[in-house]
Structures are given as structure tokens and as C-alpha cells.
């Protein structure tokens, strides 16, 4: 059964930083891209940022570029988002979603249940 | 960047209904398009992929169609399972959802 576990959120004062992970089992993690999407109170989805199996490809929305880092251990099955100089706006349930392929073209077929950032002072 | 307009907001409807939900992409994304379905306080679940494919496991109630800019989620004969928002996605370039719409009881 694939399982997606997040950790990491928390309430966070404005400029500061974060990071985010995202367990991940029940398939072989090292052959799909994985992305983070996040969700602001009672909002829409936005997505976040992506990361091809090899780290290779790497992407990232307009809002959090050059703020934002995606990474994953492909030894750990694990897949990471370090937010910093955080801002209100970054308020959100962050969710961890697995693609169907290893890069490219393709949805999302598993999502977390998401952990929840709060920058607030 | 690729803009997703999802029309309409809100759709009010009865159990029974056919319910068509459309979704505009700012540029062609030929055929790569995604909708899923969000239900209050749960992770979003994968119904349509490349625009018209349906996801293993999802009814045969759920209908994707379109290409290039223009794209339909249609629900056959609404459940009451199907009260929900429902998002499209282009994965063409990065990834994009539009606003959602959500299902609401008439």
C-alpha cells in the first residue's frame, strides 16, 4: 500500500524558516518524480514544486522561487521542502504527491494527508 | 506560465443530474490535463488523467473530454458520494490547477 507521510509543519514567525518531509513506502520511491502541493485555509490547490526519480529536473511556482528548496534521498525514501524567509502568505496544509512516471508528463496518484505551516508572529 | 480557468465556481444540483464542469487553459496543453475530486478534509483523489482516461477504480459516471484549451468534466448521474470540489490540473508544462468547483446540494 503507498503511503505518504508528512512532517515538519508548524507555526513559524514571518522570515523565518522551515522543513518539510515527506515519508514515503509501499512502492519504489527512486522511480517517480515527487512533487508538493499546498492548500490555504479553505482555498484552492496551488502547486509548489516538483523533482524528477534523479533529482535531475526541479521546479518551482512563481510565489516561492528563490525561497524555496525542493530535495529527496532516494536512499532514505524520503522527499524534503526547506521554506525560508517565510511569509504570511505561505500560511497552508502542505501535501506530498507522488507522480504516475519518473519525470515529464504525468499526475498525481497518491497525495499525503498533509502537515500544516502557520507563519504568523 | 499556463493559467487553468475552471468554470463555474459553484454548481448547485440533485442527485440524478448530468453535471458538466469546464476547464480553460490559457495556452495548448494538448492533452495533458487531470481532474480530481476533494472532499472536506481529505487529500484530493485522482479521477481523469490525459484528459479523457479514466483512473483505475473511479465510476464509469466520471467523463473527461477536450483537447488543447478546452476541456469538460462531466458526471453522468450525480451520486450523493459526488458533493465535492472538483479540480482540474495541466501537467504540460510544470503543473497548474485551476480554482475548483465545488458540488453542492440543490
Known amino acids: 500500500e503507498v503511503q505518504l507521510v508528512e512532517s515538519g509543519g508548524g507555526l513559524v514567525q514571518p522570515g523565518r524558516s522551515l522543513r518539510l518531509s515527506c515519508a514515503a513506502s509501499g512502492f519504489t520511491f527512486d522511480d517517480y518524480a515527487m512533487h508538493w502541493v499546498r492548500q490555504a485555509p479553505g482555498k484552492g490547490l496551488e502547486w509548489v514544486s516538483g523533482?524528477?526519480?534523479?533529482?535531475?529536473?526541479?521546479g518551482y511556482a512563481d510565489s516561492v522561487k528563490g525561497r524555496f528548496t525542493i530535495s529527496r534521498d532516494n536512499a532514505k525514501n524520503s522527499l524534503y521542502l526547506q521554506m525560508n524567509s517565510l511569509r504570511a502568505e505561505d500560511t497552508a496544509l502542505y501535501y506530498c504527491?507522488?507522480?504516475?512516471?519518473?519525470?515529464?508528463?504525468?499526475?498525481?496518484?497518491?497525495w499525503g494527508q498533509g502537515t500544516l505551516v502557520t507563519v504568523s508572529s | 506560465d499556463i493559467q487553468m480557468t475552471q468554470s463555474p465556481s459553484t454548481l448547485s444540483a440533485s442527485v440524478g443530474d448530468r453535471v458538466t464542469i469546464t476547464c480553460r487553459a490559457s495556452q495548448s496543453i494538448s492533452s495533458w490535463l487531470a481532474w480530481y475530486q476533494q472532499k472536506p478534509g481529505k487529500a484530493p483523489k485522482l479521477l481523469i488523467y490525459k484528459a479523457s482516461s479514466l483512473e483505475t477504480g473511479v465510476p464509469s459516471r466520471f467523463s473527461g473530454s477536450g483537447s488543447g484549451t478546452e476541456f469538460t468534466l462531466t458526471i453522468s448521474s450525480l451520486q450523493p458520494d459526488d458533493f465535492a470540489t472538483y479540480y482540474c490540473?495541466?501537467?504540460?508544462?510544470?503543473?497548474?490547477f485551476g480554482q475548483g468547483t465545488k458540488v453542492e446540494i440543490k
Open positions: 490540473q495541466q501537467y504540460n508544462s510544470y503543473r497548474t
Open positions: 523533482i524528477s526519480w534523479n533529482s535531475g529536473s526541479i
Open positions: 504527491a507522488k507522480t504516475v512516471g519518473s519525470s515529464g508528463k504525468y499526475p498525481f496518484d497518491y
